[in-house]
Nanobody
Framework: QVQLVESGGGLVQPGGSLRLSCAAS????????MGWYRQAPGKQRELVAT???????NYADSVKGRFTISRDHAKNTVYLQMNSLKPEDTAVYYC??????????WGQGTQVTVSS
């Protein structure tokens, strides 16, 4: 069983920065995709950024150039550095861990609010 613990959300002014962390514990897998998704009120959950075990990275167009995903393989942790935040980035951010060939795991979510 895998547990995902997210941290780093909060309230920030437009133009500010936040860094989210997601630590995976329990079982570990050599082939996987880890990433961040978000869900704003009244909207569907959407992809923000993903990174594979091989280091391939994918971003949603809306965050390219502002967000950076990275990972510490030894710590089984993925990070999301969010810069130049906008009010439309306000959402609950969820971490996802998808080992190859196995059902995905989701974190509990962390609230990010961008407001003046």
């Amino acid at each position: 069983q895998v547990q995902l613990v997210e941290s780093g959300g909060g309230l920030v002014q437009p133009g500010g920065s936040l860094r989210l962390s997601c630590a995976a514990s329990g079982s570990s897998f050599s082939l996987y995709v880890m990433g961040w998704y978000r869900q704003a009120p009244g909207k569907q959950r959407e992809l923000v950024a993903t990174i594979t075990s091989g280091g391939t990275i994918n971003y949603a167009d809306s965050v390219k150039g502002r967000f950076t995903i990275s990972r510490d393989h030894a710590k089984n942790t993925v990070y999301l550095q969010m810069n130049s935040l906008k009010p439309e980035d306000t959402a609950v951010y969820y971490c996802k861990y998808a080992p190859f060939g196995i059902s995905s795991y989701w974190g509990q979510g962390t609230q990010v609010t961008v407001s003046s």
